[in-house]
């Protein structure tokens, strides 16, 4: 993590999107990096349309836009390469995080989860990552760089 928090420092990256399944705990980094880089973040969750089952089709974009356009910047949620592409916003640094349990809670057949396993296939975010960071069960943070 420390590394990933000097790399990002030395970056002077304005916009830090965060990408993953849904549970592989992007929201949580998104806080600490906030605190250890004094950065506000935002995440996309709070933008979505309520009783929504889908994601990307489903954001407030309008006020997102305008939330983003603030910087610097920490950016979390899942399909973040379309959502942002939406808004016409390139990451300076992305960061994907691959967990054990990812999208274990979620029905297979959920709205959410094949939208999300479609774009993951689609969009490939792992392969276009700055930062892999991948929690193996016992919960610790190991760092992957591109």
Known sequence: MCEVVRQLVASNASLIALDGL???GKSRLA??????????????DDYLVRNSLGFIDHLNYRELRRALSL???IVEGVCMLDVLDRVGLRPDQLVYLKGPQS?????????LVVEVRAY????????????????PESG???LGRR
């Open 71 to 73: 910087r610097p910047v």
């Open 22 to 24: 849904p549970g592989a």
């Open 140 to 142: 610790r943070e190991l």
């Open 31 to 44: 806080v600490k990096l906030s605190a250890l880089l004094s950065v506000r973040s935002v995440h996309l």
């Open 103 to 111: 999208a274990r809670h979620l029905d297979a057949s959920h709205p």
């Open 120 to 135: 993951i296939e689609r969009a490939r975010p792992i392969d276009r990552a700055t930062f892999v960071l991948v929690r």
